[in-house]
């Protein structure tokens, strides 16, 4: 990558030493990754300022660096001062990979609830339709069939490019990836057009990062309005802010509905779900209604990707989603409760996956919860979760989620404070107790859901993350109640 080619993607307000010929070798938005040769970019973030680690920057090797205020130096160093330097960190990390998106048609699913669900339903349609795709979110990254670690659900425009470029070069054609609202607020997905983007739902989550509802949501149609005329929109249009997320999209939309004619939920049991889509009939082992849109948008977002309905159906009926999303924890043995983990962790994902429990379950069957409430995030939601669990459940514990650096017994109180009856409700702060208590309680006619953390294999607590799985705690706990079988 040489200076004139950087300079044309940064449209700068000011540059020095822009006829220097350096060896220009890598990209960076962390001032640690600099070495000899390194293009450093600034980013104001929210709880660093890189324009604080120039020199730093300078010092390490960097012969560029990317800047929105006025800076000089006597080293032998290009500044280029720009208006914003994030909505041009993708697009410089995209160039410095080579352009990897241009060669995948990337789909790009945003909302609040049902991200992950989605994406790997596309995924999983996708692979089992014979296509070379790959997967980005939140439980997991897959390049074709390897698997890797996820941390973030959209990762830095460095990560990201340089996970793309993995994927192109193993031969990936197709790319599904959630798109959180941190994501898009922050401009990490700039540099790189989508083929196809969907929204699945909102409901109150991250406020303590945007605010307000209206501001998630202004976050959320940053997608929709990048979106190129000869992309594809497809909007869950019973969501209320349908609408809204449609306004000044130039893509082709289209809109889910299971209030008219041509798609409906046919049956939902607790062996799956059965719908029409768009006059296709489709089967499903997941449950609930909330997947019913999850597989609809898969099947509208693969039809857009030009694949025929019935092959995309019967992958489908096939297809399990994603991993700690309504996981039966399954153990051998007799009078056992049935335990479930997912990773409900908003009042709306709460109560949607409680109120298909109470849909499917049989009439002599008990609901208990367990789940609790992130710290150092929305605390607004916690006693609306609350809400939500007194609504469905007959027993309920209250513990421990990911405290952070909050206390948890302050987490904990601030949720039941939004019970009007604790009758039914426990507070153990301890969620091994928490779980082994729900467990060993439970008769053989009882659904336990142990709800939040899902895929996670982590409890983080007091900043630090240590192992803590709830399918493996639930499976110790069914293990012992079956008598060691």
Request: hydrophobic share 40%; net charge negative.
């Amino acid at each position: 990558m040489d200076i004139q080619k950087i300079i044309e993607i940064c449209n700068p307000l000011h540059v020095t030493q822009q006829e220097a010929a350096y060896d220009l070798t890598n990209f960076a938005i962390d001032s640690r990754e600099v070495r000899k040769g390194s293009v450093f970019i600034a980013l104001r973030g929210t709880q660093v300022d890189g324009h604080m680690f120039l020199e730093d920057a300078i010092e390490r090797g960097a012969r560029v660096v990317i800047c929105e205020e006025s800076y000089y130096t006597e080293k032998d160093v290009c500044v280029i001062e720009v208006e914003n330097t994030q909505v041009l960190a993708g697009p410089l990390a995209q160039a410095f990979a080579g352009y990897p998106a241009q060669n995948m048609k990337v789909i790009g699913i945003t909302g609040t609830n049902g991200k992950t669900t989605t994406a790997t339903l596309v995924y999983q349609v996708l692979s089992a339709c014979g296509l070379k795709v790959s997967l980005l979110g939140t439980v997991h990254k897959r390049i074709l069939n390897e698997e890797l670690d996820s941390k973030l659900t959209t990762s830095d425009p460095i990560e990201l490019a340089s996970d793309m470029k993995k994927m192109a070069e193993a031969g990936s054609e197709y790319l599904a990836m959630e798109v959180s609202s941190h994501a898009l607020d922050q401009h990490r997905t700039e540099g790189f057009n989508f083929e196809v983007a969907a929204f699945t739902n909102l409901s109150q989550d991250h406020l303590d990062y945007h605010e307000t509802l209206e501001d998630y949501a202004k976050a959320k149609k940053m997608l929709f309005d990048s979106l190129p005329t000869n992309s594809f929109a497809i909007i869950n249009g019973d969501d209320p802010q349908a609408k809204f997320m449609a306004q000044d999209c130039k893509a082709e939309v289209s809109f889910l509905s299971f209030k008219g004619d041509s798609s409906h939920i046919l049956e939902n049991s607790p062996n799956g779900l059965s719908l029409i889509v768009e006059g296709q009939r489709i089967e499903s082992p997941l449950v609930g209604t909330f997947n019913a849109y999850n597989i609809a948008e898969t099947f509208l977002i693969c039809k857009k990707l030009g694949l025929d309905s019935k092959e995309i159906a019967d992958a489908l009926k096939e297809a399990k989603g994603a991993s700690g999303r309504m996981e039966t924890v399954m153990v051998k043995g007799k009078n056992l409760p049935v335990v479930i983990v997912d990773y409900a962790h908003t009042p709306d994902a709460l109560s949607n996956v409680l109120s298909t429990l109470i849909s499917v379950k049989e009439d002599n069957q008990t609901l208990t919860v367990v789940f609790g409430a992130g710290g150092d995030r929305d605390a607004g939601k916690r006693p609306k979760m609350a809400k939500a669990a007194a609504e469905f459940a007959d027993k309920i514990i209250v513990t421990s989620d990911n405290p952070r650096t909050e206390n948890p017994d302050l987490i904990i109180a601030d949720i039941l404070d939004g019970f009007e009856n604790l009758d039914n409700v426990k507070s153990i702060t301890d969620r091994k107790k928490a779980i082994h208590t729900a467990i060993s309680e439970a008769s053989a006619n009882e659904i336990i859901l142990i709800a939040g953390k899902g895929h996670e294999d982590y409890q983080e607590v007091n900043g630090k993350r240590h192992h803590f799985d709830d399918r493996e705690i639930a499976r110790e706990c069914l293990t012992q109640k079956a008598g060691g079988s």
